[in-house]
């Protein structure tokens, strides 16, 4: 459920999301640490992910939206984008939502529209 792409980035719903609006930003480019970027690149992810989480902010209810990188998860880097309500709510121990088709389809049509 795509949110955003550009040359260099892609931006979607998270699989296995903690809150709706769990959104992954990753960069084209392979690369397994986030830090392995060059200047320009790691620069203009940030750049990337700072307009995805706007949009994020807009369309999910919340009081901001977190930024976790992990880089334990897969051998590829990216940037989790967390809609909070509170800080519970970027527990990565916390169980998964199971979302439905429609649902993944509605929250991607709202940040998209946002």
Known sequence: YKIAENDDFVAFLDAMPLVKGHT???PKKEVDLIFDLDSE???????????VAKKVKNA???VRV?????G???PHAHIHLI????????????????LSVEEYTDIQNSIINS
């Open 24 to 26: 992954l930003v990753v």
């Open 41 to 51: 690149e790691y620069k203009n992810l940030w750049g990337f992910a700072q307009d």
């Open 60 to 62: 999910i209810p919340c």
């Open 66 to 70: 977190g930024v976790a990188v992990v």
């Open 72 to 74: 334990l998860e897969v």
């Open 83 to 98: 809609p909070l309500n509170k800080v519970e709510d970027m527990n990565f121990k916390n169980e998964r939502l199971k």
